[in-house]
């Protein structure tokens, strides 16, 4: 069977990882858009402290945590060093006594039974300025040992590698979809097609407009992120937490002296790739109100990523209704780097037939 694979983000990058490591013949085609999501990812991998209660979601990202031990060692083993995941600790603080007072509520109760989490402890605010030194004065905080970060750009360039090492193909292009009866056919950006048994879908932002010609109305628009990267020159943060204010803003450091401010959220934004004034003012105002000691730090770069976000939080996984050969992984919104890597291994599952590790039906793309 030969499996083509659009996008090759995090998603995209894992399927195609997942199916050579199965020994099925894979090509993966990817167009590398500007606002690639994964590619601007903050790379936080930390279930437990989120504020959203949906049940449906919270499975897969919880899921989604699990599964990154396998993988790591599964890349290490086939010499893939260069991974940028770090399980370095999360440390939850909130403004406000009430607010942290539930975060502790809900991390309580979610690592009750998730002992990858390891040993939640309540940390004065000299303990937790002892891990993450720019922090305010006045901030107790929760540690989460087992929480990580990932950078993304680098896992997925290393699934792709391994993938590419068990035989598997890689092209930069930009492809279009046509209907041919009950199948999808792929053409190539000069307009021959590329064969394939079964083509999985997983453009992120860009799903929808590939769906498009196959008269599929698909729910799924792109949600502009910008995230702002600062350098402390000379200090040594790679093994610094991940702080989670209880906003939407959070904080997160990597090995070259870099600390990662995030992110804005924003909706109708279309496929805008612009660093905006208003946005840099949003992340570096909430930044600097958690860790004030990153004020004189060095501006280093602002990325910009497109989220893809649904109508529901709920990614969209499974074979597309009316196709034969076609199956769809998008919707990942803002949990794609925790959720893609399990979600990946799952749809290529289903595009080969074989039974999924936990039911996804409800995540089902629907008919349209
Ligand atoms: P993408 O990474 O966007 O990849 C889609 C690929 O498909 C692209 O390369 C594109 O070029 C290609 N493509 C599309 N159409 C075509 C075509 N016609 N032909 C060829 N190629 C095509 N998640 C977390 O879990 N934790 C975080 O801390 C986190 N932080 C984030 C911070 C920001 C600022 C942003 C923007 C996102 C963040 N996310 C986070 C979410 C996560 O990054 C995304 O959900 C995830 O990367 C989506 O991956 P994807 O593979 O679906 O899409």
Not at 286 to 300: C, F, Q, R, Y
Request: glycine share 10%; net charge neutral.
């Amino acid at each position: 069977m030969r499996v083509l694979i659009i996008g090759a983000g995090i998603l995209g990058s894992s399927a195609a990882y997942h199916l050579a490591a199965q020994g099925i013949e894979v090509e993966i085609v990817d167009e590398a858009h500007q606002g690639k999501a994964t590619m601007a990812g903050a790379g936080i991998v930390c279930p437990w402290a989120t504020k959203v209660e949906e049940p449906e979601w919270y499975k897969l990202y919880e899921a989604g945590t699990r599964f990154y031990d396998g993988l790591i060692s599964g890349l290490k083993a086939r010499g893939e060093t260069d991974l940028g995941y770090g399980k370095v600790g999360a440390l939850v603080v909130a403004e406000d006594r009430a607010e942290f007072d539930a975060a502790a509520e809900r991390v309580a109760r979610r690592t009750k039974n998730a002992p990858e989490a390891g040993e939640i402890r309540h940390l004065t605010p000299a303990e937790a300025r002892a891990l993450f030194p720019p922090l305010r004065e006045d901030f107790d905080a929760i540690h989460i040992p087992g929480a990580a970060r990932v950078d993304a750009r680098l896992l997925s360039a290393a699934m792709v590698r391994a993938a590419v090492s068990m035989g598997a193909k890689f092209r930069s292009d930009y492809v279009t979809l046509k209907t041919d009866g009950d199948r999808a056919r792929c053409l190539d950006s000069t307009g021959k097609e590329i064969a394939a048994d079964q083509i999985i879908v997983t453009a992120g932002a860009w799903a929808s407009q590939i769906l498009r010609p196959l008269g599929l109305d698909h729910p799924v628009v792109p949600q502009k992120g910008q995230i702002v990267h600062l350098r402390l020159p000379g200090v040594a943060t790679a093994k610094w937490p991940v702080v989670l204010p209880m906003s939407s803003h959070y904080m997160l450091a990597f090995d070259d002296s870099r600390v990662v401010i995030g992110a804005t959220r924003e909706n109708n934004s279309g496929f805008d790739y612009r660093v905006t004034a208003a946005g840099e003012l949003e992340v570096l105002s909430a930044g600097l109100k958690i860790a004030p000691g990153l004020a004189n730090a060095t501006l280093i770069e602002t990325r910009i990523g497109f989220r893809p976000a649904g109508e529901t939080m709920n990614p969209i996984l499974g074979r597309v209704p009316g196709f034969s050969n076609l199956t769809l992984g998008n919707g990942l919104g803002a949990g794609g780097l925790t959720i893609g890597p399990f979600a990946g291994s799952q749809i290529a599952k289903i595009a080969i037939g074989q039974t999924t590790d936990i039911p996804l039906d409800l995540y089902a793309p629907k008919a349209s």
